[in-house]
């Protein structure tokens, strides 16, 4: 089959743990040695998120007294694709030495007229006590939300509409290579009048990234990789249980959190909405891939 991966940020960096690149390089490796065997048997394009990685190199930039002005997030995007994508490279390679490995830079088209550049929901960087973090938000221009009970920069995050690199990306399955891609939802372009194309400042949803790569790659399954196992029907109640085999349709009538399991909620949907005969995808636990695949484990998403 043909497998689209989308890694959850606990795959890269665990919740309040510092973000040094050994801990990172360490959680990879142990992610590589959980979707090695997928590799054995099926076509199998991996994205991932950047969120973390992308604030420690905004803070980096806000604070180097060299520059007039912070680099922005298109650029801070393509860094992360090209360090995390090394991270992922070499990891792969250990684990499967004799198989080939790619990892690309990929913009992905998104509206410049997107809402989501009125309202800037995506976190990004380090968690901070409120006071901080308005701190940091009033000395750096950001603009900053709660993220539980603590508080974090938000960025635009609009809908991606296109992949630009999209027929490489096939070109690269078609010749049995395993393509890493989509790094943080892929570096956000949009296209002038005069049909160039122009970063934006923004950090696109990497689930909706996943499901649209999927979906234009006529993948067989997507699975939506994190640190839980399934999801949750009444969440946050005491009746919450776990939801193993269902529809878009039935997904979309609950109420999910938008900062969290919502968005790979709306991923899962909408690549099995608009998928071919025998499309599926999963979410569920980074340990659990290969069950995921068969629906074996996890909350296993078809259209009937």
């Known amino acids: 089959m043909r497998i689209v991966v989308a890694l959850g940020g606990n795959a890269l960096l665990q919740r309040g743990q510092v973000p040094d690149a050994e801990a990172q390089v360490e959680n990879i490796r142990l992610a590589a040695r959980e979707l090695a065997p997928l590799t054995d048997d099926h076509e199998v394009v991996i994205t991932h998120g950047n969120g973390p990685q992308v604030g420690v190199l905004a803070m ?16 801070l995007g393509a860094m992360t694709q090209g360090l995390i994508g090394y991270w992922i490279l070499q ?3 250990n684990e499967r030495p004799y198989r080939q490995f790619a990892s690309i830079i990929n913009q992905t088209l998104v509206d410049a007229h997107d809402p989501g550049f009125a309202n800037p929901t995506k976190f990004v960087g380090e968690l ?7 701190e940091l938000a009033d000395r750096h221009g950001w603009q900053v939300k709660q993220d539980g009970d603590r508080w974090r920069r938000v960025v635009a995050s609009p809908r991606p509409r296109e ?21 943080g939802g892929g570096v956000p372009v949009v296209r002038t009048e005069t049909g160039d194309l122009r970063g934006v400042e923004a950090v696109i949803d990497k689930d909706l990234s996943a499901a649209l ?23 946050g109640t005491d ?17 999910l959190p938008s900062g969290s399991m919502g ?42």
């Open 163 to 183: 992949i630009i690199e999209g027929k490489l990306i096939d070109h690269l399955l078609d010749e049995s290579i395993i393509v890493v891609c989509a790094g």
């Open 239 to 255: 009746h919450e249980t776990p939801i193993r085999h269902t529809t878009p349709s039935y997904l979309r009538s609950l109420d």
């Open 128 to 134: 901070y006590a409120e006071e901080e973090a308005r």
């Open 213 to 235: 790569i999927a979906r234009r790659l006529h993948a067989d399954r997507l699975l939506v990789l994190t640190d839980v196992g399934h999801v949750m029907d009444g969440f």
């Open 263 to 304: 968005p790979k909620v709306d991923a899962v949907c909408q690549f099995v909405e608009a998928g071919g005969p025998g499309a599926a995808a999963a979410i569920g636990n980074l340990g659990e891939a290969q069950a995921l695949v068969h629906g074996e484990l996890g909350t296993y998403v078809t259209s009937d």
């Open 91 to 93: 990891a792969m390679g």
């Open 60 to 75: 980096e930039s806000a604070a180097d007294p060299r520059l007039t002005k912070s680099f922005p997030f298109d650029a």
